[in-house]
């Protein structure tokens, strides 16, 4: 049976791959988007929704484990980036 740094360098490595494999790359195009000055639509706003909640569940990971704090921090940054800028963007189309 693994040893409890065993277990959870195997789950800070499968979260680092999620991260940069599926993650990322899709927040990464959401902020593209509301950067061009587009409003998210329906689908957009679904995987903004389930970003955040998967960043809710590694930042309950990030509680016990220090070393990943920093990197959850940083996506929450990125996702309070892009829900302000897509607010911004869709006052400005309703005023239009």
């Known amino acids: 049976m693994p040893n409890k740094s065993m277990k959870d360098l195997g789950i800070k490595?499968?979260?680092?791959e999620r991260l940069n494999t599926q993650i990322l790359p899709r927040a990464l195009g959401l902020k593209a988007k509301v950067d061009r000055g587009e409003?998210?639509?329906d689908q957009d706003l679904q995987l903004?929704?389930?970003l955040?909640?998967?960043?809710t569940s590694n930042t309950r990971l990030a509680k016990d484990h220090p070393d990943v704090h920093l990197l959850c921090g940083r996506m929450a940054s990125l996702y309070s980036e892009i829900t302000s800028k897509a607010l911004e963007n869709q006052e400005k189309e309703s005023g239009s």
């Open 39 to 41: 409003c998210l639509n």
């Open 52 to 55: 955040l909640d998967d960043a």
């Open 48 to 50: 903004l929704k389930v």
């Open 13 to 16: 490595q499968v979260l680092l």
